[in-house]
């Protein structure tokens, strides 16, 4: 039925597994469109009390698919499709972030709950989806960041707000620096993590819990914090991120990235990118001290 994601059902939960392990799960249009999907199906199935969204591989999801074609607005600048949007305007770049958002958006607005098993790297657009969901368990040694800040933009959801505060939000969003599975804990990015052999029985456990509770129940106790986020404006806030990160896509160094990729390819612009950074990481508790080459020293 799909084909970029995986989808079972199976006492009591829905398993929807982002499946391009070749690519660490990066995410295209169509990866989300499916997800969406699925998303609603479980919904709409009186047999599922909560889904469980989790990556295959090595990870939960690099990003966006930035060699894909229709998967990020920063590979649509220059963009031309006939009579269709591209993403030569303003309005049009708006349309295309809003567009994919809607599919993610279905974590927020479905009415049952959703868990995000985390593993391995969390990133960019990765997070975009971790951060909808009602709960994150995340694994102790995963990697959790948004690099594509540095200079493509700004984030086309903000979720981390609400989720982590505004000191920490900005602290990780103005460098794209990375931390680990326990500090997201620590940070509220995560409800809790686990090590990670640990992992799947710790969603799975508390699959099994809400397995026994009246979906309707869980319905009714979801969308009671969810309604009071967006009193707090958060679903609002998903339409002022995408504007915003739009306003960051004019910006010069978003089109000098674009065309870097044209010149040398987009893994060597992305290690261009990176190298001032050393190993791109932010130190949660006590001082980052570091070496020449940027990297953390450790204690």
Not at 27 to 55: F, P, R
Not at 70 to 90: E, I, M
Not at 101 to 111: C, K, T
Not at 232 to 238: L, P, S
Request: hydrophobic share 45%; glycine share 10%; with cysteine.
């Amino acid at each position: 039925m799909f084909e970029e994601i995986l989808y079972e059902v199976e006492n009591g939960r829905a398993r929807i597994t982002l499946n391009r392990p070749d690519k660490l799960n990066a995410l295209t249009l169509k990866m989300q469109a499916e997800m969406s999907e699925a998303l609603w199906q479980a919904d709409n199935d009186k047999a599922v009390h909560c889904v469980i969204i989790k990556g295959a591989g090595r990870g939960f999801s690099a990003g966006y698919d930035l060699a894909g074609s229709d998967s990020v607005p920063v590979s649509r600048l220059d963009a031309v499709t006939g009579n269709k949007r591209g993403g030569r305007s303003v309005d049009d770049d708006i349309w295309q972030l809003e567009r994919a958002q809607r599919y993610r958006l279905a974590i927020f607005d479905m009415h049952k709950p959703v868990i995000a098993q985390i593993h391995g790297p969390c990133v960019a657009g990765g997070t975009d989806i971790a951060l909808l969901c009602d709960m994150v368990i995340i694994a102790d040694d995963a990697m959790v960041s948004f690099p594509a800040g540095r200079n493509l933009g700004a984030l086309p959801n903000q979720m981390w707000l609400y989720n982590v505060g505004p000191q920490w939000t900005k602290r990780l969003m103005l460098t794209g620096d990375s931390i680990t599975g326990v500090e997201a804990a620590q940070l509220g990015f995560a409800m809790k993590s686990v090590p990670a052999d640990m992992l799947e029985a710790e969603v799975e456990g508390l699959a099994d819990r809400m397995a026994h509770i009246d979906a309707d129940i869980l319905a009714a106790n979801k969308r009671a914090v969810n309604l009071g986020m967006e009193l707090m404006g958060a679903r609002t806030m998903q339409r002022l991120a995408v504007e915003n990160d739009v306003r960051g896509h004019q910006a010069a160094s978003a089109h000098a990235f674009v065309k870097r990729v044209g010149e040398a390819g987009l893994r060597e612009a992305l290690r261009e990118r990176d190298a001032p950074f050393g190993d791109g990481r932010a130190r949660v508790n006590g001082p980052e001290v570091r070496d020449a080459e940027g990297n953390l020293i450790e204690d």
